[in-house]
């Protein structure tokens, strides 16, 4: 899925990449591998909009993506569960909603990733370390901190408009 997405990632390829490996294999291990291929799929298009759409308001553009995809592969009946994953996946508070087994994972999956352990759901530090030892951020957690002060530049007034109460 993220090979159609090279040219846009650029240098940030392998970046996402091993971001995207991190969180599927957090949340499957918050979950249940059963689900593998919806979590895979939600996953890969979460931040997806930052590139794509060259913003840091990607929510959206990063659900446009996911549906794309979808109807191409012939799942589009996964539709409201992937958008649901990717528009809340930044929630602040636990998700309590539908298909919350699939989306409250994906949450806490992504924070895990981006505090880089700091928040840890009950899952043992060394599964953590060997998740990132396997995919190491390669400059991610830094362009998290550049797109960030960007954003607070251009607009200090919402620098985090993707984050949900």
Same mark, same amino acid.
Request: aromatic share 10%; net charge neutral.
């Given at each position: 899925?993220?090979?159609?997405?090279?040219?846009?990632? =650029?240098?940030d390829f392998t970046?996402?990449?091993?971001?995207? %490996?991190?969180?599927v294999n957090?949340c499957? *291990?918050l $979950?249940? !591998?059963d689900?593998?291929?919806?979590? @895979?799929? *939600?996953? @890969?298009?979460h931040?997806l =909009?930052?590139? #794509?759409?060259?913003?840091?308001? %990607?929510?959206? +553009?990063?659900?446009d993506?996911?549906?794309?995809?979808?109807?191409? *592969?012939g799942k589009? !009946?996964? #539709?409201p569960?992937?958008?649901e994953?990717?528009?809340?996946h930044h929630?602040?508070s +636990? %998700?309590?909603?539908?298909?919350?087994w699939?989306?409250? &994972?994906?949450?806490r999956?992504?924070?895990?990733?981006? $505090?880089? =352990?700091?928040?840890?759901?009950?899952l +043992?530090?060394?599964?953590?370390? !060997?998740? $990132?030892s396997?995919? &190491? $951020? *390669? =400059?991610?957690?830094?362009?998290l901190?550049?797109? !960030?002060?960007?954003?607070?530049?251009?607009q +200090?007034?919402?620098?985090?408009?993707?984050?949900?109460?």
């Amino acid at each position: 899925m993220l090979e159609k997405h090279a040219a846009e990632l =650029g240098r940030d390829f392998t970046a996402y990449r091993n971001h995207v %490996y991190r969180v599927v294999n957090l949340c499957v *291990a918050l $979950s249940s !591998e059963d689900q593998l291929e919806k979590i @895979a799929t *939600a996953v @890969a298009f979460h931040d997806l =909009g930052i590139w #794509t759409d060259r913003t840091f308001d %990607y929510l959206q +553009p990063s659900v446009d993506l996911a549906c794309v995809h979808l109807n191409q *592969a012939g799942k589009a !009946e996964w #539709t409201p569960e992937i958008t649901e994953m990717i528009l809340v996946h930044h929630k602040i508070s +636990p %998700y309590r909603g539908q298909s919350q087994w699939l989306v409250e &994972p994906l949450r806490r999956a992504d924070l895990i990733d981006v $505090s880089m =352990g700091l928040f840890a759901f009950g899952l +043992p530090r060394r599964l953590i370390k !060997e998740i $990132s030892s396997q995919w &190491p $951020s *390669a =400059g991610f957690h830094k362009r998290l901190v550049l797109l !960030e002060l960007n954003q607070l530049r251009k607009q +200090p007034w919402n620098p985090l408009p993707m984050v949900r109460l």
